[in-house]
């Protein structure tokens, strides 16, 4: 089971060893952490249900509004091989994360969360937990209470943005639905970059394009574009709210 909260004491010294571009890196705990504010969030496993369509994801999400709020990196860390989580991360939602393997399971058992799952074949990995790290002291974690199973309640990219700053702004939920070749698209997407809105890109083909859109934006035409749930409209109408977005 896990041990008690580290809040208020240093993290462990640990190198770690991690590959990024198929190269082979060195990275020490103070590399990390010393100076800096860093939020952790650690998990059973690389490609696990849980981490994989939820923890990992929503993190990713959120990070540039953590760097917004006093966060300088956002880490992920688990006990996996280098290997695997290089390859977890070219399948993942992870291009704002560090992923961190503890291959050894070093810094995880000195913080007091490395735990038995033999039961799932997976030998020893870390519960899950996140946590805000300044200048390499814990200040504050959040973990997943002892139950059986994998629970998730506490550990979420959410409550910690919460802890940073209970008033931060969470990013829009955007969504553009194009065809290829369609200029008006084009336009519509550079607005968007240009503006520095992230954006998700849903290319339509012709043989589902008239059936989508009437369904789902009772339109004939893109593009169309939907704002947390919202439809905003086609070109004109996203180059109205982009404007009123940028005051």
């Known amino acids: 089971m896990?041990?008690?909260?580290?809040?208020?004491?240093?993290?462990?010294?640990?190198?770690?060893?991690?590959?990024a571009n198929?190269?082979?890196?060195?990275?020490?705990?103070?590399?990390?952490?010393?100076?800096?504010?860093?939020?952790?969030?650690?998990?059973?496993?690389?490609?696990?249900?849980?981490?994989?369509?939820?923890?990992?994801?929503?993190?990713?999400e959120l990070a540039?509004?953590?760097?917004?709020?006093?966060?300088?990196q956002v880490v992920c860390i688990a006990v996996n091989d280098p290997f695997v989580m290089e390859e977890w991360a070219k399948s993942?939602?992870?291009?704002?994360?560090?992923?961190?393997?503890?291959?050894?399971?070093a810094f995880t058992e000195q913080m007091g969360m490395l735990v038995d799952k033999s039961d799932l074949n997976f030998g020893k990995r870390s519960w899950r937990y996140s946590m805000?790290?300044?200048?390499?002291?814990?200040?504050?974690?959040f973990v997943e209470p002892d139950e059986p199973g994998d629970p998730f309640?506490?550990?979420?990219?959410?409550?910690?943005?919460r802890y940073v700053n209970k008033d931060a702004h969470e990013p829009d939920q955007v969504a553009l639905l194009t065809r290829e070749g369609c200029p008006f698209c084009a336009r519509a997407k550079k607005l968007l970059d240009d503006a520095g809105v992230t954006y998700a890109d849903v290319p339509l083909s012709h043989s589902i394009r008239t059936r989508t859109l009437g369904a789902i934006a009772k339109a004939k035409t893109v593009p169309q574009m939907f704002v947390n749930g919202e439809l905003i409209g086609d070109g004109d109408?996203?180059?109205?709210?982009?404007?009123?977005?940028?005051?």
């Open 2 to 19: 896990p041990q008690p909260t580290r809040e208020g004491q240093p993290v462990p010294q640990v190198k770690f060893r991690y590959r």
């Open 22 to 60: 198929n190269e082979w890196k060195e990275i020490t705990s103070d590399d990390i952490f010393k100076g800096r504010t860093v939020a952790v969030f650690s998990l059973p496993g690389a490609f696990t249900p849980t981490c994989s369509s939820t923890h990992l994801p929503r993190f990713n």
């Open 64 to 72: 540039p509004t953590f760097r917004q709020n006093g966060v300088d």
């Open 92 to 105: 993942q939602e992870s291009e704002n994360i560090f992923m961190l393997p503890d291959g050894n399971g």
């Open 132 to 141: 805000l790290v300044r200048d390499g002291i814990v200040e504050k974690m």
């Open 153 to 161: 309640k506490v550990s979420d990219a959410d409550t910690l943005l």
């Open 237 to 247: 109408a996203i180059e109205q709210w982009v404007r009123q977005r940028n005051g």
